[in-house]
């Protein structure tokens, strides 16, 4: 299978940055495990570009809805929220959780103000949060009841043997 790659380099100064990392950019914004490829950026990758961002005083707002249900769990990435100050990592219930219909997502910060500034937004969008949902949540995350990991691992093996029937048949190699 081929993976579908960005990479990070310096450019020389009339090209700016790759990444379009412009000089009034303020937030650079990802998503891995990345929907739909599922690919994952190499950690080294990420060091980088948690780095570029810190030099650059900038936001990394990292969608992270299909963490911990990568198809390899050694290339699993910290959240960008844990090891970046101004990163903020956003997750939900819908994934790994396997609770969709709860409507439960947050995003975890170390920037108080921002996340300030987030909640009020939040108030002005909506009133609150369906009280059973939050209370569903709650359980779940405190019990670490996760149904995506048994579903990813059943769809691999699926897979797998999907690809052997193909390739017995000579359609595959
Ligand atoms: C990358 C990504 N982020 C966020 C979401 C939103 O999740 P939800 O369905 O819980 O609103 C999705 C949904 O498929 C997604 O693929």
């Not at 969608?63 to 990592?89: A, K, M, T």
Request: glycine share 8%; net charge positive; charged share 25%.
């Amino acid at each position: 299978m081929r993976w579908w790659w960005f990479r990070i380099i310096r450019l020389p100064r009339r090209f700016l940055w790759i990444f379009a990392l412009r000089p009034n950019t303020k937030l650079v914004s990802i998503n891995f495990p990345n929907n739909p490829t599922g690919s994952v950026l190499e950690r080294g990758r990420f060091d980088e570009l948690v780095g570029l961002c810190r030099k650059r005083g900038l936001y990394l707002f990292s969608d992270e809805v299909y963490r911990l249900i990568e198809r390899d769990e050694s290339i699993r990435l910290p959240q960008v929220g844990d090891v970046y100050e101004r990163g903020l990592s956003l997750n939900v219930m819908s994934k790994a959780y396997g609770l969709p219909g709860l409507r439960i997502g947050w995003i975890m910060s170390r920037d108080r103000d921002v996340l300030q500034r987030m909640e009020r937004y939040k108030h002005y969008l909506s009133i609150c949060n369906s009280a059973p949902s939050e209370y569903l949540a709650a359980a779940a995350l405190r019990g670490r009841i996760g149904f995506g990991r048994k579903i990813v691992e059943a769809g691999n093996a699926a897979m797998r043997e999907y690809m052997e029937n193909l390739r017995q048949r000579g359609i595959s190699s």
